[in-house]
Every structure is written in C-alpha cells, then in structure tokens.
C-alpha cells in the first residue's frame, strides 16, 4: 500500500496526540490510586481489570476511528498493476474523440471541450519528466511522437472535431504501435463511446499497458441522417428522364413526419418531397427530374434536422453523355445486324475492326465489346479481353458455330468462359425467356400469353460449370442455354449458343434481340461512384487519362488542392489520395487547367447512430484484461493520477472504518459498564 506524503504525517500526528492526552490521564488516574493504596488493594479485585479494558478498548477505537479518517484524506493506494516500476519514466498516451458525435453537448458543454478538460486534469498528475502522446481520430504524424506535458498542452488545446472516424480497435493499435521496454505505458481514452465505434468483437490489447477509459455523458438527441442515394437510370442523357434513391434513416426513438427532402443539381432546386420516417427505422423515396445538360452535375440531397446537421447534406456527382461508345469486332464482313442495331439509336457511337486488325491500346476506351462471327480467334486476343472483362468491362460474343468446337473451346477456357461441348443441329428448337432478369426489366409492359420466342436450327452446347457466375437469359430446352452472362472480376461477359446468321436461329430478326442488346449497353456504361466517404475513402477511379512525363492531377475544392499517387492499368487511372481529403464536398480533378471528372465526398455516416456502449458492454469487449471504466459524472475525482495512479483506491475504505471504529466507541461508552467503588481522599 502506498501513500502521499503530506497525507501520512497528518496520520502519524493523529496518532500520536490522542495517545499523549491518554498517557497524561493515566498517570493523573495513578497518583491517585497509589494515595489510596489501602483501599485500592481492597478493590482491586472488584473493578481494575474491567475499568482498564475500558479505557484501552476506547482509546484504541478513538485512535483507529481517527488515524483511518486521516488516511480517508491521504488516498492510500494498492498498484492495481503489476509491471508498474516505480523507477521507470512514465509514457502516457491520450486520446480524444474528435468525431462529429462530440458535437453533442450535456451540462459541462461540448462533449469535445470536456474531453479536452479531462485530459488536461489527467496530465495535471503527472510530473515533469513523463512524457505524453496525443492521439486523435485524423491520426497525425505530429501527434505520434512523444511530448512534454506543456507541449501536450499545447496540442490539446489545437483539437478540433474532424470528419475522420475510427474504431476502438483501430484507436487502441495506434497507441501500442510505438511500445518500449525501458517505461511504464498508461492509456486513457477519452470518448463518448458509439457503438459504432466500440464495434461488439473482442478487443485484442496489449496487457502491459495499463487501459483507462473515461465515458462522457451525452444527452439523448434524435437524428435523422440522409443515408444513401442510387440512380434508377441506366445511363445519363441530356435532356432524358432521370430517377434517384434516396434513403434515409431515423436514429431517434420517436416517429418523424414531414421531413422536408430538397433535390439540387448544378445549384438549381431540381424536386421536393416531404418523408415520414418511422423511430429506428429506413425508408426509400424516389426523385425523378429531367432537364440536364451534357457533362458533369453536382447534386446535394438536403433535409432539415436539429440539432445535429453533419449528416442532412449528401453530396453525389456524375456525368451526363452524348454518347456510348461501342466496339464491333467482325469475323464476318458482310454481317450488317450490329452496325443496324447501333446506328438506329444517335447515342450510341460504333467503331468496327476487322478480326484480321484489332487495336488492343484501343479497348478502354469503349463501354461494350461485341465479337461477332470470328473465324480464328486467338489466344491473345483471349488474354485482352479477359484482362478487359475483369477491370469492369461488358463482352458480348456470337461465335461462328461453323468454325466449331476446335477453334473456340481455347478461346472461351482462356477467357474463363465454358468451353464447347458439341455442335447440335436438327429441328427447329425454340428457346424461352428469363423474364426476371435485369436485362428484361421494364421491357415488357404485358406479357402475352403466346408470346413468340426465338427458334434455334444450330447452336453450340458448353460445358456445365460454376453456376454462381452464371445467369442464363434465354434458355433452350433441357437446361442448355442460348445466351447467358458470365461475371468475370468486375465486368459481365454474355455467351449466345448461335451465330448472327439467320440460317442458324432467327434471334437477331426477333424484337427481343434489339431491347435486350441495347439493355445489355446501357448496363456497360463505365462510371465512377456517386459518391466517397472522407478519411474511408483512400482509392479513387478515373477513366484513362493520358500524362505527359511532367504532367500530373490534382483534386481542387474551396481553398484545397490534393496531388493524389497515380497508377495505370490498361483501361482506367487509380488515384490514392490516403487522409488528404477530410472535408467533405465536390472536388473537381484536373489536369493541368482543363476538368476531367467532378468527385463528391460525404461525411461518414457511422456517426450518425447516437447509441452508445454501456460501461458493462465495454468491459465485457476486453475479456479478462483488466481495464479501468471511469463515469466523468460519477468519477471525476477519480481523474486525480496522483491519488489513483493505475491503482485501487483505499479511501472508500478508510471512511467505512471510520465510522464503524467510531460506532465501536459509542457502544464501549453506553454499554459496557463496571461496579462503582466510591473513593475519598
């Protein structure tokens, strides 16, 4: 057990003149009886023994009663730790939650201003040679290093809510990320303790670092967060239809009507709607507008809630096309029915090579490949479009059924499509529809109930294979398909059974070959996310753009500029922007003064959930490594290092013992009597 030093010499003094005062009486009390000696013989036997008993048993309960009261106010400790050296420098490492949930405000103000005050409390108990390393949600290179206690000061004080949220295990990595042998590490984290941030698994810690969390006290608030927004819209178009998603979500525990949704694109008011959102719940409501123009749009979906705002605002952006570039690969130069099917619609714009002369460098730059009736396909050709297929590009292949099984089954195997199992020929065969499949969605307003299907003369048969990749379309009788798609990484590959030659099936004379391609384009449009959430969001994709050796991009917002890391691949440009990018809104990417993309950030909505973690929840995430759990309204007392040191306090103790040696005297007093014997001098 351990002691403060002004603490203890009160103590000894307690000690001390109580015993004087008694020793003072005691000799009074012999004096007397030695004049008295006769008669005190004749009494001795009677009552000595007993009045003595009184007397020591009441002086050493007023002595206890007040030596435990004085180390009531010492604050004797027991080191709760046992790898605690008292001749090692102390390391002391705090960190402060700095999301948007810290805006929240109880009686001591901001949640954020009181952690700071906490910290600066927590610092105030240690001395002048230990050091101290802040550590925030940004995670900055200037707060991983050590300070001293001025300097950590000074830090604290510059702490401001940032958009940047992490884990608790993340939080927790971070402050054992620079352990030493040679000090004694102590952890406190300052937090009102989502649970969203506390997450439910089991925390993995270091367990000779000594972990000491400080709960602060939210009020309750309701919230409602716009969540999350997609397009019902297959591609952009100027001047067409567009339909949007927005979902959002109510935190509070009350039902919530009325809440006013407003739509803006490019700073023009697009559409509003008033949502009623039930207590814990999501719900969808759709926007539909028209009227953009060509290129990029910036659009804000916005709501009006108090008192939280961080998450009433969601910004998107995306790109309205003239036009959908498409890539015709013909093995057949007489076959006209892809370049009829593209030329009746002016948004799609259609490039044809030959087999015999295909420009590989030239692939990303369309949104669809189509191969068509190819005599010898090779196994380069195989790898291009593969590598294509899986960053995100759509393939359609209608193979020459006449070259056969020999020429393609390479092909497809390396493509990892299902190679040719045998070429079927006979009757007439007619095929049916998967009418569920996205590709016929919004295709038919009614379904006849005779509906005339394509009918198939000669048609390859593949191979079964992993049915998780495969969607079949349109199918022939016995499970074999007529056309299929294929995920393949990140794009779609669709296989038909028979070529465009009418003496094979007359599917591409059949309505259904023109809606189902032109839904099978407008799927293959490349384009980037709506959205990116701040400090979540470290990749973002472009188009390929070209760049000279100085040349290089740029991120430019309101007042800030990023210079992201690029990396090419062979039909898209990767952009790392790490934890530059904190604030949320739509930053333009340029290259050198000309735009090439408009990219919308967000606030992350994990902050949006204002329940937190109980103090039993929390202790239960660490399992049997102890850990010290501290109420800043209950506990702030207990935020005094000097008295509490990583340690078990006593004082609680002491005061108990107090009052219990103190009730010892009273009774020793009232009850514990002695036959009188009358004594004259």
């Not at 809630?305 to 003239?322: G, I, M, R, W």
């Not at 809606?515 to 490349?526: G, T």
């Not at 239960?620 to 309204?633: A, M, P, W």
């Amino acid at each position: 057990m351990n002691f403060l030093y002004p603490g203890f010499l009160l103590a000894l003094l307690a000690i001390a003149i109580p015993i004087a005062i008694h020793l003072f009486n005691f000799r009074k009390f012999k004096k007397v009886y030695f004049s008295n000696v006769q008669f005190l013989k004749e009494a001795k036997e009677q009552n000595s023994s007993r009045e003595k008993l009184k007397h020591l048993l009441i002086l050493f309960s007023r002595i206890l009663a007040v030596a435990f009261l004085v180390l009531a106010f010492a604050r004797p400790f027991i080191p709760s730790d046992a790898s605690h050296n008292p001749g090692l420098r102390n390391v002391v490492s705090v960190y402060i939650d700095n999301s948007y949930s810290m805006e929240t405000v109880n009686k001591e103000g901001s949640l954020l201003d009181e952690a700071k005050r906490k910290a600066k409390e927590i610092a105030a108990g240690y001395g002048l040679n230990d050091q101290f390393q802040l550590i925030t949600n940004d995670f900055e290179g200037k707060h991983q290093r050590l300070v001293n206690k001025e300097e950590f000061i000074r830090l604290l004080d510059e702490v401001k809510i940032s958009s940047s949220s992490r884990t608790l295990q993340q939080v927790i990595n971070r402050q054992q990320a620079d352990l030493a042998a040679n000090r004694n590490q102590v952890s406190y984290l300052l937090s009102d303790f989502q649970k969203s941030f506390t997450g439910t698994k089991s925390l993995s810690v270091n367990n000779d670092v000594g972990y000491n969390f400080v709960k602060l006290n939210a009020n309750s608030l309701p919230n409602i967060a716009v969540d999350s927004v997609w397009s019902l819209s297959p591609v952009h178009q100027p001047g067409a239809s567009e339909k949007m998603v927005v979902v959002l979500h109510n935190y509070g525990e009350e039902d919530a009507t009325g809440v006013p949704l407003k739509l803006t694109v490019n700073g023009q008011q697009k559409t509003i709607s008033n949502v009623a959102v039930p207590a814990g719940k999501s719900v969808k409501d759709t926007l539909s507008f028209s009227g953009l123009s060509a290129g990029w749009q910036k659009a804000t979906l916005s709501i009006k809630d108090y008192p939280l705002t961080f998450d009433d605002a969601l910004n998107f952006s995306f790109k309205v096309s003239n036009e959908l570039k498409v890539l015709n690969i013909k093995g057949d130069l007489t076959d006209k029915f892809v370049k009829s099917l593209f030329a009746a619609d002016p948004y799609f714009r259609l490039t044809e090579m030959p087999e015999s002369n295909i420009r590989y460098s030239e692939f990303g730059q369309y949104g669809l490949i189509v191969l068509s009736g190819l005599k010898d396909p090779s196994s380069g050709l195989a790898q291009q479009l593969k590598s294509y297929v899986q960053n995100g590009g759509s393939i359609v292949i209608f193979p020459d059924v006449s070259a056969g099984a020999n020429a393609y089954s390479p092909f497809f195997t390396a493509m990892g499509l299902p190679a040719v199992q045998q070429l079927n020929a006979g009757a007439p065969v007619t095929s049916t529809i998967d009418l569920k499949n996205p590709v016929f969605k919004d295709v038919f307003e009614q379904v006849p109930s005779n509906m005339d299907l394509p009918v198939v003369n000669r048609y390859f048969s593949y191979v079964n294979q992993n049915s998780s990749v495969k969607q079949s379309i349109l199918q022939l009788p016995l499970g074999t398909s007529l056309f299929a798609m294929y995920s393949l990484g990140a794009g779609k590959a669709y296989l038909s059974a028979v070529s465009l030659d009418i003496k094979d099936s007359n599917l591409p004379r059949h309505p259904v070959f023109v809606p189902m391609m032109y839904k099978i384009a407008f799927a293959s449009a490349k384009e980037q996310p709506l959205y990116y959430t701040t400090g979540g969001s470290d990749l973002l994709e472009s188009e390929k753009v070209s760049l000279l050796k100085n040349q290089s991009l740029k991120l430019v917002s309101e007042g800030l500029e990023v210079i992201p890391e690029l990396r090419q691949t062979s039909d898209k440009t990767l952009l790392y922007v790490a934890d530059q990018i904190k604030k949320s809104g739509f930053y333009e990417l340029k290259k050198a003064d000309s735009t090439l993309a408009v990219v919308a950030f967000n606030n992350d909505r994990t902050e949006s959930d204002m329940h937190y973690t109980t103090e039993d929840e929390l202790n239960g995430l660490f399992g049997k490594q102890k850990v010290e759990i501290f109420n800043s309204k209950k506990d702030a007392q207990s935020l005094n290092i000097q008295a509490k040191n990583n340690s078990t306090e006593l004082w609680k103790l002491c005061i108990i013992l107090t009052l219990v040696f103190l009730a010892v005297e009273i009774l020793l007093i009232r009850f514990f009597n002695y036959k009188k014997t009358i004594i004259t001098s």
